[in-house]
């Protein structure tokens, strides 16, 4: 998809892709994102720290040389100032696009690939990241924290682990 997005141009969409899968925030928290919140001066920060909507606790997140350059070419192509929304609405009635704007930009990348659209969610890009910390390090409670779950088990449940995944992962480890 981000071949396809860099191909066509499409910044903007570029810059959310990214940055969803480099913050692993919740699509609520993505959208609302303001420039001060990832940048400082002209320069995108290598990581940021936001408070979550839902639980209300800080999150803090890196973001890699690719999406920073992402969002950078964004801010300058829109003309964004450090208090505007990163992701703008083009309605009035809205300061930046809603979730179902996202879910709707998500799905056209999704058709654009060949996917079917219906087996992915916004959410999907939260735990795309997190999914490959824990496949390549095993550490739970790394990828606790970076998704800012307040209990362990809610970070194994929404890895979709299972006790295979344990057994596994025990029969792996020798003494």
């Not at 990163?86 to 179902?100: D, W």
């Amino acid at each position: 998809m981000r071949l396809q997005l860099r191909q066509r141009h499409r910044t903007r969409e570029l810059a959310l892709l990214n940055l969803g899968i480099d913050s692993k925030l919740r699509g609520c928290d993505l959208v609302a994102l303001k420039v001060c919140d990832v940048s400082h001066g002209d320069q995108v920060a290598p990581r940021a720290i936001i408070q979550q909507r839902k639980t209300g606790r800080p999150v803090q997140f890196e973001i890699a040389p690719v999406t920073r350059q992402a969002v950078h070419e964004w801010i300058r192509q829109a003309g964004l100032g450090s208090g505007d929304y990163l992701f703008p609405s083009r309605l009035h009635g809205s300061p930046h696009i809603c979730t179902r704007q996202h879910a709707r930009v998500l799905r056209g990348w999704l058709r654009d690939a060949g996917l079917d659209w219906t087996e992915y969610g916004t959410h999907s890009i939260r735990r795309t990241k997190a999914t490959l910390i824990d496949r390549r390090t095993k550490n739970l409670r790394a990828v606790q924290l970076l998704l800012g779950h307040s209990r362990l088990e809610s970070t194994v449940r929404y890895l979709g682990l299972d006790v295979d995944d344990a057994l596994e992962i025990s029969e792996q480890t020798e003494i």
